[in-house]
């Protein structure tokens, strides 16, 4: 069986700190799909990014970082110098490639951001 | 170009009636899916279409609620004899997957909310 634990529900922090979200995934498959959305106040889901259980580079885009780390199966999400826009709900996903979990989406329960100014 | 978009935004329905939600997913996209977002259950997956392929229910949680998608593109998903418990967000992803592997990232409308008093 698949699960995702977000084991943070809530994270309040002052504009300009650093937060991580972590995200940690239960899988017995070897070929499987982390996500990361971002849920607005406006409700929509938004795609932040996409890795494949093979490629354990962290990236980098702008403010947002990911550290993938297969050994301890986490996949953490860091926000440098948040901002106010960055208030939302944070979810991490897992998809697992075969059997019959195609296409299904598996979510953590979401980290609930709210930096202050 | 447009993304994913589902009507009524809000539906507020009494309990026993039955209500249509609505998805058009994002032009070029062959695989739909259905989750729902609530307070106790978080995001779970319903059902998923891809391209001419018969759809995986799996996620349905009773024979109230049926989808089916005309054309290869727009979805309807019906809840009949709506029931309280019903109450929640309704989401609709798309992804370009063409083949029943579907891993390709999933992009969401802005979801329907359904009350049910």
């Known amino acids: 069986a698949q699960k995702v634990t977000q084991a943070q529900t809530e994270i309040s922090v002052v504009e300009k700190e650093d937060v991580t979200l972590d995200c940690v995934y239960e899988?017995?498959?070897?070929?499987?799909?982390l996500f990361w959305y971002k849920q607005p106040p406006s409700g929509e889901l938004v795609f932040l990014i996409r890795?494949?259980?093979?490629?354990?580079q962290n990236e980098i885009s702008g403010r947002y970082s990911w550290n993938f780390q297969k050994s301890t199966s986490s996949f953490n999400f860091t926000i440098t110098a948040s901002q106010v826009v960055d208030s939302a709900v944070y979810f991490c996903?897992?998809?697992?490639?075969?059997?019959?979990?195609?296409?299904?989406?598996?979510f953590g329960q979401g980290t609930i951001l709210t930096v202050h100014p | 170009g447009a993304g994913v978009s589902q009507s009524p935004s809000n539906k507020v329905t009494e309990k026993g009636k039955d209500v249509e939600l609505r998805c058009d997913p994002i032009?070029?996209?062959?695989?739909l899916y259905w989750y729902r977002q609530s307070l106790g259950q978080g995001l779970e997956f319903l059902i998923y279409?891809?391209?001419?392929?018969?759809?995986?229910k799996s996620g349905l949680p009773s024979d109230r609620f049926s989808a089916e998608r005309t054309g290869g593109s727009v979805s309807t998903l019906t809840i009949q004899r709506t029931q309280q418990e019903d109450s929640a967000v309704y989401l609709c992803?798309?992804?370009?997957?063409?083949?029943?592997?579907?891993?390709?990232?999933?992009?969401f409308g802005p979801g329907t909310r359904l009350t049910v008093l």
């Open positions: 899988t017995r498959d070897t070929t499987y799909y």
């Open positions: 279409f891809q391209g001419n392929s018969a759809p995986d």
């Open positions: 996903a897992l998809l697992f490639a075969g059997g019959t979990s195609y296409g299904k989406l598996t």
């Open positions: 032009s070029g996209h062959t695989a």
């Open positions: 890795r494949n259980s093979f490629d354990e």
């Open positions: 992803a798309s992804s370009p997957s063409r083949d029943s592997t579907s891993t390709d990232t999933q992009y």
